[in-house]
């Protein structure tokens, strides 16, 4: 699976922005897909993941409410939606394609897109 994350950009606090990851392959159908986040000087951080039907979502507590993710398996996409954005959100985004195991740790991603930088100006 070969992804491709794209919509981020600069906003300001309380904006709301709308990021994208395509995927390229047979197998996205079939994939629990996930958002992760980086800031500078900071570990990779869980956001939200979608299981591979859309049946099963996870937010990180601190974006629970204000984060949704989704998916159109027609079209390969997995989509992040952000409201109310915070400067703290400033971070590069990351899809991700789970193979296993918990849904928060990035070691149990096998893809990754490229990232997309997300900043948030108060």
């Known amino acids: 699976v070969q992804l491709q994350a794209s919509g981020g950009g600069l906003v300001q606090a309380g904006d709301s922005l709308r990021l994208s990851c395509t995927a390229s392959?047979?197998?996205?159908?079939?994939?629990?897909m996930g958002w992760f986040r980086q800031a500078p000087g900071k570990e990779r951080e869980f956001v939200a993941a979608?299981?591979?039907?859309?049946?099963?979502?996870h937010y990180a507590s601190s974006m629970k409410g204000r984060f949704t993710i989704s998916r159109d398996n027609a079209k390969n996409t997995v989509i992040l939606q952000m409201k109310n954005l915070k400067p703290e959100d400033t971070a590069v985004y990351y899809c991700?394609?789970?193979?296993?195991?918990?849904?928060?740790?990035?070691?149990?991603?096998?893809?990754w897109g490229q990232g997309t930088q997300v900043t948030v100006s108060s």
């Open positions: 392959g047979r197998t996205f159908s079939s994939s629990d």
């Open positions: 979608i299981s591979w039907n859309g049946g099963t979502l």
């Open positions: 991700a394609a789970r193979s296993g195991g918990s849904y928060y740790n990035p070691e149990n991603y096998r893809y």
